[in-house]
């Protein structure tokens, strides 16, 4: 877990998240200060209250991203986080003296590459099944037919027909 939390990517979010929620508290003060003065009104009150509320949602929400990222650490199964060999291996760095099956282990010479781990591949986005209707048509699916449904037929003829007008005006 302190890994997770040390690493670059964790710094950076754990700023964002610190500066985020001590800009939420200066604008709630700055809130609570114009509540008080000769031009302010209820909406700064609302205002001066609801800063903090979203304050405490960047906390929850860098806490739960936290915790998610922990859980899948801890989920993935023959995975070592960087450096750690999985149980029962030599690390990268090293590899067995004295012939198959020993226990000694010794520093790997410098020409001596650590393994490079399989690429993941990504999963599709979208599937034929769930596709959005907004996007482009994929190849090989015709266009429906214009004649399924006789009332579309016959509205899209009376847009034809306005718009044929239309232009003769």
């Known amino acids: 877990m302190r890994q997770l939390i040390l690493s670059p990517r964790w710094i950076v ?15 709630a003060a700055w809130q609570w200060q114009r509540a008080g ?23 929850v929400m860098w806490w739960r991203m936290l915790r ?4 899948e650490l801890d989920a993935a199964p023959g995975e070592a986080p960087a450096g750690e060999a999985p149980a029962g291996e030599a ?20 020409h001596v590459a650590a393994p490079v781990p399989a690429p993941r591949t990504a999963e599709p986005l979208a599937t034929a099944a769930a596709s959005s209707p907004f996007g482009p ?25 306005l718009a044929a007008r239309h232009t003769d005006d």
């Open 68 to 71: 998610m990222e922990a859980a």
């Open 37 to 59: 003065s000769a031009m302010g009104s209820a909406l700064n009150v609302g205002y001066g209250l609801q800063w903090p509320v979203f304050a405490v949602f960047f906390g």
């Open 13 to 27: 979010w754990h700023l964002l998240t610190l500066g985020a929620m001590a800009t939420c508290g200066w604008l």
């Open 137 to 161: 048509r994929p190849r090989g699916v015709a266009a429906p037919p214009a004649d399924d449904d006789p009332e579309l037929a016959a509205y899209n003829q009376m847009l034809a027909q």
């Open 91 to 110: 690390p990268a760095d090293q590899v067995p003296v004295g012939g198959a099956g020993a226990d000694v282990s010794a520093p790997a010479p410098a």
